[in-house]
């Protein structure tokens, strides 16, 4: 059974930096790919970034050069470090696994960016 726990979230200042944790169960490298979604209130879910096994990273339009996606395999943990953080980055941050089963995800967590 997949486990995905996030962690990391707050609030922030705009300018700020966030680096949010999901901690993966069972193997990172049971999956065809891991990333971060998020969504904002009355807005749909939308990618935030995702690393697959194989091929390039993916990062959506809104947060290329500001956020980074890394993995640690051997703690199967993926991190989102999030830089310059604007208040239209307010959202619940997922984690997301694919594999051959589909989609899972994790609970979210918070990210507010306010003054």
């Known amino acids: 059974q997949v486990q995905l726990v996030e962690s990391g979230g707050g609030l922030v200042q705009p300018g700020g930096s966030l680096r949010l944790s999901c901690a993966v169960s069972?193997?990172?490298?049971?999956?065809?790919?891991v990333g971060w979604y998020r969504q904002a209130p009355g807005k749909e879910r939308e990618l935030v970034a995702l690393?697959?096994?194989?091929?390039?990273?993916t990062y959506s339009d809104s947060v290329k050069g500001r956020f980074r996606i890394s993995g640690d395999n051997a703690k199967n943990t993926v991190f989102l470090q999030m830089d310059n953080l604007k208040p239209d980055d307010t959202a619940v941050y997922y984690c997301?696994?694919?594999?051959?089963?589909?989609?899972?995800w994790g609970r979210g967590t918070q990210v507010t960016v306010s003054s």
């Open positions: 069972p193997s990172i490298f049971n999956f065809r790919a």
């Open positions: 690393i697959p096994i194989s091929g390039s990273t």
């Open positions: 997301n696994t694919k594999g051959l089963y589909g989609d899972s």
